[in-house]
């Protein structure tokens, strides 16, 4: 069976709400998606899906916890992640590691779309990929490897050679893969190559991304990148902050061709929030989240009217003031 998971808690309930409507649009109302959990955190996310008959969110505890476990293992091997963390225990955004249990989850095929980002076309085209290749992604994180591997690690590029790091490297936020894809025996085979120093190529600051990435490469797993492989003319963005995207009905385009997915990424989950309870901020493509996040109860859509706030105001004459005196406004 073939379906779509993603991860999500009550605090990014709005996007969680405006990405299943964005499915239901756009692959089908009975389109399975799993749901995993970042934390306990699920009171209103289970109160939204008790109507939604294909939805569910998965209660493996004992995957949970061996995909905790095998992210502690991962990072207990990095000789700097602790110390740059500043964390005597656990980890950095620790429960961003469950989207690894799509590895034992319900679906043969599965297609992971993070929580900030909406569905706007059809998925068949990757499912269909996934019949000849491990993983299926459609982005241009290559561009920016510094978000993948330490850069400057001195093992770097005797693990995976630059022309690979420049062709296989993607974003964890959207990717098609399968289930069962790696063994118990596979995963103590990679613990022990990161445990001989190669840990040390992790990037810290996106600790599931690069994992994820590790996994998919060390292993030499199929690859397969839309972005590198169809015509210049056929590909599409995929994030906010590109431009130049135009909106129409729920439905966005980048030089007229139909985006897949729309990722909202760098937007803080507070932002969604504050839309959502009436604040006018200038959040890029923010009619296109609330037309998703409001379909079936458009009666509740903010009026925002007036000239939206800025996300990222400029600093006033007195906060710039106090910090050319070396101070701070309270």
């Not at 679906?107 to 068949?124: E, Q, T």
Request: charged fraction near 25%; proline fraction near 6%; aromatic fraction near 12%.
């Amino acid at each position: 069976m073939d379906g779509i998971c993603t991860l999500a808690n009550d605090y990014v309930y709005d996007q969680l709400v405006a990405l299943l409507n964005s499915i239901e649009v756009n692959q089908g109302k009975d389109t399975p998606v799993c749901i995993f959990p970042y934390d306990d955190n699920l009171e209103r996310v289970r109160a939204e899906i008790a109507h939604r008959p294909n939805v569910q969110i998965y209660d493996d505890q004992e995957s949970i916890d061996r995909w905790d476990t095998f992210a502690q293992a991962v990072w207990e091997r990095h000789p700097t992640a602790k110390q740059q963390w500043n964390l005597q225990s656990g980890l950095h955004r620790a429960g961003t590691h469950r989207r690894f249990c799509g590895f034992d989850g319900p679906f043969d095929r599965f297609i992971y779309i993070d929580a900030d980002a909406l569905l706007i076309d059809s998925l068949d085209y990757i499912f269909e990929k996934l019949e000849t290749h491990d993983w299926v992604v459609y982005d241009y994180q290559f561009k920016d490897p510094s978000h993948i591997y330490t850069l400057d690690a001195p093992q770097l590029y005797e693990v995976f050679p630059k022309e690979r790091i420049e062709t296989e490297i993607f974003c964890s936020g959207f990717y098609g893969t399968h289930r069962n894809l790696y063994n118990s025996q596979q995963l103590e085979d990679l613990l022990n190559h990161l445990g001989a120093g190669e840990a040390e190529v992790l990037y810290v600051w996106a600790p599931d991304q690069t994992i994820l990435n590790y996994l998919a490469m060390r292993s030499q797993r199929q690859i397969y990148n839309f972005s590198l492989h169809l015509p210049p003319e056929e590909r599409t963005g995929c994030c906010v902050t590109s431009p130049h995207f135009e909106e129409t009905d729920g439905v966005v385009y980048d030089k007229g061709k139909r985006l897949t997915y729309l990722h909202y990424i760098g937007v803080s989950s507070s932002i969604f929030r504050r839309l959502c309870e009436g604040e006018n901020l200038d959040c890029p493509y923010r009619d296109v989240f609330l037309h998703y996040r409001y379909l079936h109860e458009p009666e509740k859509r903010p009026q925002l009217t007036g000239t939206p706030k800025p996300l990222n105001p400029p600093p006033t004459v007195t906060q710039r003031l106090l910090r050319k005196l070396g101070l701070r406004s309270k």
